[in-house]
């Protein structure tokens, strides 16, 4: 039988989602917990990966139970157990059953990042937020992002040397939104519990390593006046890393939701 763990999680202290042989990851912890409740080795799959120290409002994993365990009786109490024996930055939502051919990453069709950014400290946003001590042109760096949705390629935006075979994605929202000011406040939302000033909402079919910190980087770029329309253009049909952006800190992305 084939689950779908929905989850979220604070990736401060992880080394990204992907178990690494040298530093504890969300999938790592995950696949501990789950085989140490079901008394089976649990291999969990992830929709996506996550770098190290990136946060999730929406995660979705699946995994299999094995054959002569067949089906889990109660999926609630299964959540609920694991979200006692899980560190306290990953929490479960719910655990579903789905069909066989339901596959956490290859089955879902959208994926939504979120990543914020803040114009003013304070002592509650510097740790999911990216400090920006420069003046932007917010209204420029949105005509530059919404050339984003002209183009399919983004290999300009892809970290060098990684082994991908294709760097086309459908990218059908880019937009820096304006948030409004209010008071501080904590609720079960990361995205929320911060008071940033803006937020880069970007939605595609699926994304590149880095895609989005390199897109991020290549904005702050346009919206500094360091580069020009032209120029961003000329960056993605390009394709070349080298001449995009810095790659932004992971602390302020978010991965938002994922659709199927």
Known sequence: MRYFIHLSFDGTRYHGWQIQPNGISVEGELERCLSTLLSAPIDVVGAGRTDAGVHASHMVAHFDTPEEMGKVSDTSQLAYKLNRMLPPDIRISTIEEVADDMHARFSAKWRTYHYY????????????????????????????????????????????????????????????????????????????????????????????????????????????????????????????????????????????????
């Open 117 to 260: 950014l803040s114009l003013k400290p304070t002592p509650f946003n510097r740790h999911y937020t990216w400090l920006c001590h420069y003046k932007l042109d917010f209204p420029l760096m949105n005509e530059a992002a919404h050339m984003l949705l002209e183009y399919k390629d983004f290999a300009c935006f892809c970290k060098s040397h990684t082994d991908v075979k294709t760097t086309l994605c459908d990218v059908v929202q880019a937009e820096w939104i304006k948030i409004p000011s209010r008071p501080p406040i904590v609720n079960c939302q990361l995205s929320t519990v911060n008071c940033p000033d803006w937020v880069f909402v970007i939605k595609a079919n699926r994304f590149l390593r880095n895609m989005v910190r390199a897109v991020v980087g290549t904005l702050v770029e346009v919206g500094r006046h360091r580069m020009s329309l032209e120029q961003f253009r000329s960056v993605i049909e390009g394709k070349s890393r080298c001449q995009a952006g810095e790659s932004m800190p992971g602390n302020a992305l978010f991965l938002e939701k994922i659709e199927y």
